[in-house]
């Protein structure tokens, strides 16, 4: 499945985290780039505004 994550505070990336780990297609998307690239590392993509 894929989801879509629009802000990566405590909550936001926590779940993200998670639903990588289940192996769910995660996309990401946060006003701060520092927390896109934290979870780009982890495996989520990274999408440059919330529209994509």
């Known amino acids: 499945m894929k ?3 629009v802000g990566l505070g405590k ?3 926590n779940m993200v985290r998670r639903l990588l ?4 297609e995660t996309v990401v ?4 780039a520092e927390q ?3 979870l780009e ?3 989520a993509l990274g999408a ?3 529209g994509h």
Do not use: C, L
């Open 3 to 5: 989801i879509g994550m």
């Open 11 to 13: 909550m936001g990336a």
């Open 21 to 24: 780990a289940g192996g769910h």
């Open 48 to 50: 440059a505004d919330e």
């Open 36 to 38: 896109i690239n934290n």
């Open 29 to 32: 998307y946060d006003r701060s």
């Open 41 to 43: 590392s982890a495996g």
